[in-house]
């Protein structure tokens, strides 16, 4: 088992950044594809990013392509998530995710363990 703790949201005005970290700690983290996912009160949960065990493949949803970047540092047990360019509809709760079964998914289904989110307002 794997627990993981989300920092790094915040208040930012529209067209800024923030950088997300989540860490974990108790299993191998390097065992562990990760995901980044988003939920905004009402909505449905929404996948926006995924990066496999090494970090050599990542995939974005549509909404988040060329303004998000997950990366990962398995030497500190830390996956990122940099934020850019926001916009008011990023507005959510972000949580990390983590797959031991490496099915490297956007499916929020295919992931075992979870954070507690961290909140990011964009204010427009």
């Known amino acids: 088992q794997v627990q993981l703790v989300e920092s790094g949201g915040g208040l930012v005005q529209a067209g800024g950044s923030l950088r997300l970290s989540c860490a974990a700690s108790g299993r191998t983290f390097s065992n562990y594809a990760m995901g980044w996912f988003r939920q905004d009160p009402g909505k449905e949960r929404e996948f926006v990013a995924r990066?496999?065990?090494?970090?050599?493949?990542?995939y974005y949803a549509d909404s988040v392509k060329g303004r998000f970047a997950i990366s990962r540092d398995n030497a500190k047990n830390t996956v990122y998530l940099q934020m850019n360019s926001l916009k008011a509809e990023d507005t959510a709760v972000y949580s990390c995710?983590?797959?031991?079964?490496?099915?490297?998914?956007?499916?929020?289904?295919?992931?075992?363990?979870w954070g507690q989110g961290t909140q990011v307002t964009v204010s427009s």
């Open positions: 990066i496999s065990r090494s970090g050599s493949s990542t």
């Open positions: 995710a983590a797959d031991p079964k490496q099915r490297y998914s956007s499916q929020a289904a295919t992931y075992d363990y």
